[in-house]
C-alpha cells in the first residue's frame, strides 16, 4: 500500500533555532499533503494544506512565518519551524492524498519536537 | 463549526467484549467519515470509511461503523475485541469540497485486557 516517510522521528533542540521535518510519498505522487499538531491527549489539528508548485494554505490561527511549508515536489513536502521555542515542542504529523483516492489520506509516523 | 466529539476518551476491556465507540459529529453539508487506528509505536492507518451508500461500513479487522444521518453519528462497533486492538482510536470528518481536509476526534483510547 501507499506509504509516507516522515524524518526525522524525534528531534531535540534549543530554543531560537530552526527545524526542517521532511515528508515524502515513496510509492506514489501526492499532489496534497496536509501537516497536522497533536497535543497530549488531543486530537489533531490540522495546520496547513501543502500544495506542489504553490503556496500552502494555513488553517486559522496558524502562524505562517513560523511554520515555513515548501512542497517543491510531487513526492516531497517540508515543515521548518523556524525559530523555535519550548511552547512549539509538539507531535507533528504529515499526511499524503492520492490523487484519484478521493478525500483518503496516509500518515507518516510522526516527528516528536522538543525544544529546550 | 465543524467539529467532531468522541465521548469515550477511555475505554477498558476484557478480551471477547464487545465494543462500542461513538463519534458524532457537527458539519454543514454531505459528509465523508472515517475511523483510524493507532496502534502503539505506529502511525495512524484507516479502519474504515464511509463515502455514500449502504450506512453500514465494514472494515478490517472484524470492525465495523454505521452511519446514522439523522443523529450525526458514526459509532464504531466490534462484536469481540482481542487484545491485539489496544490502540488509540480516531475518527473524522471531511466535507465533499476539493479540499479534503479531515477534521479529527480527540480520540478514544482502549485497552484490551488479556
Known amino acids: 500500500g501507499a506509504v509516507v516517510s516522515q524524518h526525522p522521528s524525534r528531534v531535540i533542540c534549543k530554543s531560537g533555532t530552526s527545524v526542517k521535518i521532511e515528508c515524502r510519498s515513496l510509492?506514489?505522487?501526492?499532489?496534497?499533503m496536509f501537516w497536522y499538531r497533536q497535543f497530549p491527549k488531543k486530537s489533531l489539528m490540522l495546520m496547513a494544506t501543502?500544495?506542489?508548485?504553490?503556496?500552502?494554505?494555513?488553517e486559522q490561527g496558524v502562524e505562517k512565518d513560523k511554520f515555513l511549508i515548501n512542497h517543491a515536489s510531487l513526492t516531497l513536502s517540508t515543515l521548518t519551524v523556524t525559530s523555535a521555542h519550548p511552547e512549539d515542542s509538539s507531535f507533528y504529523i504529515c499526511?499524503?492524498?492520492?490523487?484519484?483516492?478521493?478525500?483518503?489520506?496516509?500518515f507518516g509516523d510522526g516527528t516528536r519536537l522538543s525544544i529546550l | 463549526a465543524q467539529s467532531v466529539s468522541q465521548h469515550n476518551h477511555h475505554v477498558i476491556l476484557s478480551e471477547a467484549a464487545s465494543l462500542e465507540l461513538g463519534c458524532n459529529y457537527s458539519y454543514g453539508g454531505t459528509v465523508n467519515l472515517f475511523w483510524y487506528v493507532q496502534y502503539p509505536g505506529q502511525h495512524l492507518q484507516l479502519l474504515l470509511k464511509?463515502?455514500?451508500?449502504?450506512?453500514l461500513v465494514k472494515g478490517i479487522k472484524g470492525f465495523e461503523a454505521e452511519f446514522i444521518k439523522s443523529k450525526f453519528s458514526f459509532n464504531l462497533r466490534k462484536p469481540s475485541v482481542q487484545w491485539s486492538d489496544t490502540a488509540e482510536y480516531f475518527c473524522a470528518v471531511t466535507g465533499m469540497d476539493s479540499s479534503y481536509k479531515l477534521i479529527f476526534g480527540s480520540g478514544t483510547r482502549l485497552l484490551v485486557r488479556p
Open positions: 499526511s499524503a492524498r492520492e490523487p484519484g483516492t478521493g478525500p483518503h489520506q496516509h
Open positions: 510509492d506514489f505522487q501526492a499532489t496534497t
Open positions: 464511509y463515502f455514500s451508500g449502504d450506512p
Open positions: 501543502s500544495n506542489e508548485g504553490s503556496k500552502a494554505t494555513y
